[in-house]
């Protein structure tokens, strides 16, 4: 009982999950202002504005660091998977997503009945990744700082 206690009182898992959440949530928002159209199924798909993957990453980094002191080596170290997380948003899943493209244009002109189709949106461009970067640690911060845990929420709404 104390493991799940203790797991439900992680304000910085907590926060830094839900700034990704909201990441995924505004790319229904963005994609609509650039195509008009509203598609839920974009909150379960990888690419786009902004990056959801970069806002986890750098929620939990200032967590961290908030949380137990900028000066911290953990700190650092959440720094660090950070910064690789975000260059491979914006660079290895970016190329291997240029790459599907010209793969799917080969595919189609060498055998137009082909129905095999890669997904091309696996990257961000480096503003998405950036924007991303930025939503996690505000959200992060600010849920830690002016509220806490879940487990504070929870008890606030049943007391």
């Known amino acids: 009982m104390y493991e799940i206690t203790a797991f439900m009182d992680?304000?910085?898992?907590?926060?830094?999950?839900?700034?990704c959440l909201f990441a995924q949530f505004f790319k229904i928002i963005f994609n609509f202002f650039?195509?008009?159209?509203?598609?839920?199924?974009?909150?379960?798909?990888?690419?786009?504005?902004?990056?959801?993957?970069?806002?986890?990453?750098?929620g939990a980094s200032s967590g961290?660091?908030?949380?137990?002191?900028?000066?911290?080596p953990i700190f650092a170290?959440?720094?660090?998977?950070?910064?690789i997380v975000m260059y491979d948003a914006s660079g290895v899943r970016k190329s291997a997503g240029i790459q599907a493209a010209e793969l799917n244009k080969l595919s189609k002109k060498l055998d137009p009945k082909s129905e095999v189709v890669l997904k091309e949106t696996l990257g961000h461009t480096k503003l998405e990744v950036l924007v991303g970067s930025l939503?996690?640690?505000?959200?992060?911060?600010?849920?830690?700082?002016?509220i806490g845990s879940p487990l504070k929420i929870f008890n606030w709404i049943i007391n």
């Open 34 to 58: 650039s195509t008009g159209k509203i598609r839920f199924g974009i909150m379960f798909e990888t690419g786009g504005m902004p990056s959801s993957h970069s806002a986890l990453i750098t």
């Open 77 to 83: 170290l959440a720094i660090a998977i950070s910064l």
């Open 10 to 19: 992680n304000s910085v898992l907590f926060w830094s999950l839900l700034s």
């Open 64 to 72: 961290i660091g908030f949380q137990l002191g900028f000066d911290s």
């Open 135 to 146: 939503l996690g640690p505000l959200i992060t911060l600010l849920g830690v700082f002016f």
